[in-house]
């Protein structure tokens, strides 16, 4: 079992005048608020599908940081007594993680990981004898679980995970496979359905970390895909209800931890990859990374299901996006309503189309209403500083050599890595205030440390053109008007008083922390 690993939180210092490109960080981090969580219409009806978070960064595990992690979530505020048939991934969907590694805006390599769900006992599952007969039992589980592969379980899980090198659907793709054995098929740990059925989780779970071989790289990866405890922290109830706090509390940074996680006692289901960071580049130290998850265009619906651990569903036809995730909300509190499913069915190479939702945002008018702080909202219109930011990267930090304006999460692989104690809660931007040298955190990708509400609070309501000042030291110029961001430096100290900082994190890979059981 890996320990959870301290937490240290960063000294607050005068802001001193900085380059420009690394200051810049702070505006692509204005668009998003928190992770992705029930952000669209359509993926309402589809919870095993729905993306809510994405993390990429260099490993900062002892002895792994040449290494990158890339972690997909899946199924939101997963309750950990949600049973009996908990919290299965969808055998007739396609997860995936793309990464870019030329800026052109188009996936490069592709993982896919696909599930099936089987029934013990051929299909018939376990049974009891019952007055003279054998009768199947109602639960995924006969008995205590230790073992992968225990006979106790009654329902399996297992993935394959595919690597496409160019496009996703028409390019070259290769099986992932176990570097001990050979074997194409993974076991995924059954959910943590509490301490008796599974006494020590982490130890199981820890079982289901795959040492893997990719087609076409020379370094050996890692693989896991599980439940796992929510790694985000957020006041999400407080928000999503027009803010419904202080000004005075959300403005004081001795209070940044004044209210509970609301997603603390949450689990989510995680599929996580580790791959040497000379395998995804490709003449660029930058890529870009995105998630999503496909369903076929169409189904039928059994009226008479057949016995065995099959869904009454029988689909058909071409896979289509439902689901799609790089810098976090995106999609919840930048795109408009009427937006969201075109969004979540869109693709990088084409978010010309939303371009209005980047150079005028609503989050800030929203904020300015939530609040009843009246013109206290960023009014430099066109948000060209945004544009430039949020959908090119920063040249000099996380900017492709040729890029094509797009979303996405990008990471610059040649930044080295920060220990976890040494890592600042508000990734480059506290770095910024802090004079500090951890220039590895969001948005140049995203750790699970990183508090993504906080920096994009502080940048949202004009702390960027704030620190730009009449000085131009971020290189803006007009873009940032002083006299369009009225706020002030009031920006540096907004907040959703959740600390990110204190959730429990593993000290490496699937570095998520064990999830939480369904009984103690």
């Avoid at 996936?107 to 054998?134: M, V, W, Y």
């Avoid at 990719?214 to 796992?228: D, L, N, S, T």
Wanted: with cysteine.
């Amino acid at each position: 079992m890996i320990p959870s690993i301290s937490r240290a939180m960063p000294r607050m210092r005068t802001i001193t005048p900085v380059a420009a490109a690394a200051a810049a960080l702070l505006t692509l981090s204005s668009l998003s608020l928190a992770s992705s969580h029930r952000e669209a219409p359509f993926i309402t009806t589809s919870p095993k599908v729905d993306g809510t978070d994405f993390y990429m960064f260099r490993s900062y595990e002892s002895g792994r940081d040449g290494y990158v992690t890339l972690i997909a979530n899946y199924q939101p505020l997963q309750d950990a007594y949600g049973g009996p048939n908990y919290f299965a991934m969808d055998p007739n969907a396609l997860y995936e993680i793309h990464v870019d590694n030329n800026g052109d805006a188009k996936e490069d390599l592709t993982f896919q990981f696909r599930f099936s769900n089987k029934l013990a006992a051929a299909g018939n599952g376990i049974t009891l004898p019952i007055g003279g007969k054998n009768v199947a039992i109602p639960l995924v589980q006969a008995g205590q679980i230790v073992n992968p592969g225990d006979g106790t379980i009654n329902v399996t899980e297992s993935y394959s995970v595919t690597v496409v090198r160019g496009d996703r659907r028409s390019g070259t793709p290769a099986v992932v496979t176990n570097a001990t054995g050979g074997s194409a098929t993974f076991a995924k740990p059954i959910d943590n359905i509490g301490v008796k059925t599974l006494p020590n989780y982490a130890d199981y779970a820890a079982r289901h970390v795959y040492t893997v071989a990719i087609p076409g790289c020379a370094m050996p990866a890692k693989v896991f895909a599980g439940q796992r405890q929510d790694g985000f922290a957020v006041n999400l109830g407080t928000i999503f209800d027009l803010v419904n706090a202080p000004v005075s509390v959300i403005t004081d940074p001795a209070l940044i931890n004044a209210a509970p996680n609301t997603i603390g006692n949450k689990n989510v289901t995680s599929l996580a990859v580790e791959v040497h960071k000379s395998c995804l580049v490709a003449g660029d130290n930058v890529i870009g990374g995105w998630t999503t998850a496909s369903l076929r265009q169409a189904r039928l619906l059994n009226p008479n299901p057949p016995s065995g651990h099959q869904t009454s569903e029988k689909p058909g036809g071409a896979w289509v996006q439902v689901s799609r995730l790089g810098m976090p909300l995106v999609n919840e509190v930048v795109i408009g309503l009427k937006d969201k499913d075109k969004f979540n069915a869109s693709a990088p190479k084409g978010d010309g189309q939303f371009i209005d939702y980047v150079t005028h945002p609503t989050l800030p008018a929203l904020l300015e209403i939530a609040l009843a702080i009246p013109g206290t909202a960023p009014t430099n219109f066109p948000r060209n500083d945004l544009v430039t930011t949020f959908l090119t990267g920063i040249a000099g930090v996380n900017q492709p050599a040729n890029v094509v304006a797009s979303e996405m999460l990008r990471l610059n692989t040649a930044i080295d890595p920060v220990p976890f104690a040494m890592q600042n809660r508000l990734g480059i931007v506290g770095n910024i205030l802090a004079g500090g040298s951890d220039n590895a955190g969001y948005p140049n990708g995203r750790r699970p440390k990183d508090d993504v509400v906080d920096i994009s609070l502080v940048a949202v309501m004009g702390g960027l053109c704030v620190a730009n000042g009449s000085t131009n030291a971020l290189g803006f110029g007009a873009d940032c008007n002083p006299g369009k961001v009225p706020l002030g430096a009031t920006s540096f100290k907004l907040h959703d008083a959740v600390d990110q900082a204190v959730v429990p994190l593993l000290a490496g890979f699937p570095y998520l922390n064990t999830p939480l059981p369904g009984s103690r």
